[in-house]
């Protein structure tokens, strides 16, 4: 019990005495190939790593804003459905009041390349898809008054057509059939040469700099005939695209995205050194397929929409099952300006970062090389002044106890 009471008092001592030391650094030049090497080396690379990346091309010198934008979109084009070819189609003509939908999207727009048509529904009972899970039957007991089938088109009568085979609803009728796939060869295809006019107006708020991707180079005359090239030095910048061209730039084929649909991403890039010249802030386009070609089930991009009308004052519609292509547009970017701060706020981690070299150089000195006892001599040094907190070690102190427990026998 002596030993640990001791123990414990060495050790407040030395928590104490802590307190009361100061420690300062000491230089001590050493003259080594070796450590010089290694010294001057990890030295060359925190400064290249300062200057060359964090600086130079990462622009620590710079001040940041990121972009703020509004995109608008407009299209054009006309296709021709050959009614012999695909019968269903009750429309022959497409315009872009027809084959937009809806009309207007923040940030994106859906053209319609395929669908299957159901024409002339109007309200009344009539046998349910046999494509329904549930809707066969034999008997109208197997078909409840009232209640609706998952991913049924209508409300069951409580009634079965015994002759079909199906339960009884009240829907629009004739129900789609869902044993229809997309035509293989797309209806409309000819939409692969729509243009789409992309208008897209930012700003950096931070530097009151605005900017469109209608660049000042254009007149009208320019904007009426270009069309988007990538590898082109003025038509790289041109606003209008082909969709075949956008489709093709991400590697798919127009024909074969058709069929089913698909989603698309044009992402406009807005990455501006502000100072330069504010006429070289300009856009990049960079364009992606979202979903996947290779999807085995739910494949592509499809809804569906209904056209109304009255004959006779009796109301009818016609079900469209539009396959297309979703186009999202994204705006990212930032603009940098040269700004004092941040250019001193790099160049004060970077001297800090010079410590490291330092502490490796000590590491490898005091650990690893043959004369490893000589530097730790020359490079630690103790100096007790006149007023050092004193303390005991856990000899003294049992000594101590020791010598108390015999003058108290003496005294005896």
């Given at each position: 019990?002596?030993?640990?009471?001791?123990?414990?008092?060495?050790?407040?001592?030395?928590?104490?005495?802590?307190?009361?030391?100061?420690?300062?650094?000491?230089?001590?030049?050493?003259?080594?190939?070796?450590?010089?090497?290694?010294?001057?080396?990890?030295?060359?690379?925190?400064?290249?790593?300062?200057?060359?990346?964090?600086?130079?091309?990462?622009?620590?010198?710079?001040?940041?804003?990121?972009?703020?934008?509004?995109?608008?979109?407009?299209?054009?084009?006309?296709?021709?459905?050959?009614?012999?070819?695909?019968?269903?189609?009750?429309?022959?003509?497409?315009?872009?009041?027809?084959?937009?939908?809806?009309?207007?999207?923040?940030?994106?727009?859906?053209?319609?390349?395929?669908?299957?048509?159901?024409?002339?529904?109007?309200?009344?009972?009539?046998?349910?898809?046999?494509?329904?899970?549930?809707?066969?039957?034999?008997?109208?007991?197997?078909?409840?008054?009232?209640?609706?089938?998952?991913?049924?088109?209508?409300?069951?009568?409580?009634?079965?057509?015994?002759?079909?085979?199906?339960?009884?609803?009240?829907?629009?009728?004739?129900?789609?059939?869902?044993?229809?796939?997309?035509?293989?060869?797309?209806?409309?295809?000819?939409?692969?040469?729509?243009?789409?006019?992309?208008?897209?107006?930012?700003?950096?708020?931070?530097?009151?700099?605005?900017?469109?991707?209608?660049?000042?180079?254009?007149?009208?005359?320019?904007?009426?005939?270009?069309?988007?090239?990538?590898?082109?030095?003025?038509?790289?910048?041109?606003?209008?695209?082909?969709?075949?061209?956008?489709?093709?730039?991400?590697?798919?084929?127009?024909?074969?995205?058709?069929?089913?649909?698909?989603?698309?991403?044009?992402?406009i890039q807005w990455n501006c050194n502000l100072d330069l010249s504010v006429t070289e802030c300009?856009?990049?386009?960079?364009?992606?397929?979202?979903?996947?070609?290779?999807?085995?089930?739910?494949?592509?991009?499809?809804?569906?929409?209904?056209?109304?009308?009255?004959?006779?004052?009796?109301?009818?519609?016609?079900?469209?099952?539009?396959?297309?292509?979703?186009?999202?547009?994204?705006?990212?970017?930032?603009?940098?300006?040269?700004?004092?701060?941040?250019?001193?706020?790099?160049?004060?981690?970077?001297?800090?970062?010079?410590?490291?070299?330092?502490?490796?150089?000590?590491?490898?000195?005091?650990?690893?090389?043959?004369?490893?006892?000589?530097?730790?001599?020359?490079?630690?040094?103790?100096?007790?002044?006149?007023?050092a907190y004193k303390f005991e070690t856990p000899l003294q102190i049992d000594q101590l106890q020791?010598?108390?427990?015999?003058?108290?026998?003496?005294?005896?």
């Open positions: 019990m002596k030993l640990k009471v001791g123990n414990m008092g060495s050790i407040c001592n030395k928590a104490v005495g802590v307190f009361f030391e100061y420690d300062t650094p000491r230089i001590v030049h050493i003259r080594s190939k070796k450590v010089g090497v290694i010294n001057r080396l990890i030295q060359l690379i925190i400064i290249a790593y300062v200057i060359g990346y964090a600086i130079v091309y990462k622009k620590g010198y710079q001040e940041v804003d990121a972009v703020q934008s509004a995109v608008t979109t407009k299209v054009k084009g006309v296709v021709y459905v050959n009614q012999s070819e695909y019968p269903d189609i009750t429309t022959s003509v497409w315009d872009v009041a027809e084959y937009i939908v809806p009309p207007q999207e923040n940030n994106a727009f859906f053209v319609i390349t395929n669908l299957i048509e159901t024409p002339k529904q109007t309200i009344g009972i009539c046998s349910e898809d046999p494509k329904v899970i549930g809707s066969n039957c034999t008997t109208s007991s197997q078909c409840p008054a009232g209640k609706v089938l998952p991913a049924g088109n209508g409300v069951l009568t409580g009634e079965c057509n015994t002759t079909a085979g199906r339960c009884l609803v009240h829907a629009w009728c004739p129900v789609e059939n869902g044993a229809l796939k997309p035509p293989v060869n797309p209806a409309l295809l000819g939409s692969k040469d729509f243009t789409v006019f992309i208008k897209n107006n930012i700003q950096f708020p931070k530097f009151k700099v605005k900017r469109r991707n209608l660049l000042d180079f254009f007149n009208d005359s320019m904007l009426a005939n270009c069309r988007f090239k990538l590898s082109h030095p003025e038509d790289q910048y041109c606003p209008i695209f082909i969709l075949n061209d956008i489709v093709s730039l991400t590697g798919s084929n127009y024909k074969e995205m058709a069929v089913s649909g698909g989603v698309i991403e044009i992402q300009v856009p990049k386009y960079i364009f992606r397929r979202l979903d996947s070609a290779d999807y085995k089930i739910s494949k592509g991009y499809n809804f569906r929409y209904a056209k109304y009308y009255k004959e006779n004052d009796t109301e009818y519609r016609t079900l469209y099952k539009a396959f297309g292509i979703k186009f999202i547009l994204s705006v990212t970017g930032e603009a940098g300006k040269f700004n004092l701060e941040p250019f001193l706020i790099n160049v004060g981690s970077g001297i800090g970062l010079l410590g490291i070299a330092t502490v490796l150089c000590d590491i490898v000195v005091l650990y690893f090389l043959k004369a490893k006892s000589l530097y730790k001599d020359k490079k630690y040094l103790q100096v007790v002044g006149d007023d020791l010598d108390g427990q015999n003058d108290e026998d003496k005294s005896e």
